[in-house]
């Protein structure tokens, strides 16, 4: 397959030939002359471009559309199998992979594969050599990979390659090390911006034009659909709201400062807040196991709450409504169409619901509020690897 335009920026065809991919991905498929108007260029010219599109196994003809009367005019659409894109989401302690279609239609998706994350050379290399063994389990050639998407937590640059959360060196961008390990197209990105794309592209949200997605895990993240667009910032660091300094309460934030909204409404708070209550001799279903001395893990409180444990729900309503007044301000701030909330903590979506609805309408201006409807993550866990994938395909042609 030759897909050398891919890479190629400066070419007049080359660029034509990512724009008519572009139009397939975000409308679907195409009439020569629908792609005519769209690009305001000559038929024979779209006419050739696309035969070349078919010959190199991108693009396909879909057969004749169907139409009111006269000549029925061919419809071409994406070759779902001209190659593959690999999301990779990493944590601490695990990797989850998914793996899509030229079309994007996820054909395999992997979560809690064992992986330690280290700052080092040698731990990414790791994490190259487990992808390629998992594509080889699940029979994925990985020279048909187009590109890989690769999540990281914490302040990422995507521009440059950069991770500043796990850092290499000013000469050593994490991008480029994956690049020479996988030898194809690496895209690295924030963990909360990649879950609020594939919840977009492939989620809840319908594509609808402004979204703020809320990534409530240990931390807390947000990324925003602005415009139809994914916003970055000027740094590529948006979307920080876990350190906006919100609260009161003294509480030492993981990035040293005091006062983040993270220490009240994430896994964290969530987690801290329930170890003080059970101290302090409040009752919970897992009194016992704290008593023994045992671990009690966020997953641990998770499930309590799934179980109507009392003291458990009673926190996560307390973040809720801490959680709740953030919102209502970016309410304020951005007007949006929708607000998605996902992460570990979306697990107790019954039970986050009511408080931040009620500190939305009481702390946000009704005549915003009204026009903005709050939903919960439709994609789960798969929202991040999927969102690797569908930005490493639009990132691969030029569409973001």
Known sequence: MNASFLSN?????????????????????????????????????????????????????????????????????????AGYFV???VRKDE????????KGQTIDYKEDIAFTLENSEASFKKLCDGTKEH?????????????????????VNNETGYCFTYFLGEDR?????????????????????????????????????????????????????LDG????????????????????????????????L????????????????????????????FNKGGEITLDDILGAILEEDVLAIEVVEEIGAVLGRAIAGLINLFNPELVVI??????????????????IQKHSLNIINRDTTIKFSKLGRKAGPIGACMLSRSKLLGLL
């Open 9 to 81: 920026i400066d070419g007049k065809n080359s660029s034509l030939k990512k724009r008519i991919l572009g139009l397939c991905v975000n409308e679907g498929d195409y009439s020569l002359a629908d792609l005519s108007k769209e690009l305001n260029t000559s038929i024979p010219t779209i006419t050739k471009l696309v035969g070349e599109l078919i010959d190199d196994g991108f693009l396909e003809d879909m057969g004749k559309q169907g139409t009111n009367g006269g000549r029925r005019p061919s419809i071409y659409g994406l070759n779902s199998s």
């Open 87 to 89: 999301g990779i989401e």
């Open 95 to 102: 990797i989850s992979v998914a793996v899509t279609n030229f």
């Open 135 to 155: 594509l080889s389990r699940i029979g994925v050639d990985a020279s048909k990979v187009l590109a890989y998407g690769v999540n990281l937590s914490g302040r």
């Open 173 to 225: 961008p994490i991008a480029s090390l994956l690049e020479e390990e996988l030898m194809a197209p690496v895209f690295i990105e924030n963990d909360s911006r990649a879950m609020t794309y594939g919840e977009y592209i492939c989620g809840v949200a319908n594509k609808e034009q402004d979204m703020l997605f809320l990534n409530v895990a240990w931390g807390l993240g947000m990324g925003m659909i």
């Open 229 to 260: 667009k994914l916003s970055y910032g000027k740094s590529g660091f948006s979307g920080e709201i876990g350190h906006f300094p919100l609260l009161d309460n003294d509480q030492i934030c993981q990035c040293g400062k005091t006062g983040c």
């Open 262 to 289: 993270e220490t009240g409404a994430s896994g964290l708070a969530l987690h801290r807040i329930f170890m003080e209550k059970l101290r302090d001799g409040r009752a919970s279903m897992l009194s016992e196991k």
């Open 342 to 359: 996902g992460g570990r903590l979306s697990a107790a979506s019954e039970y986050l619901l009511l408080p931040i609805k009620s500190a």
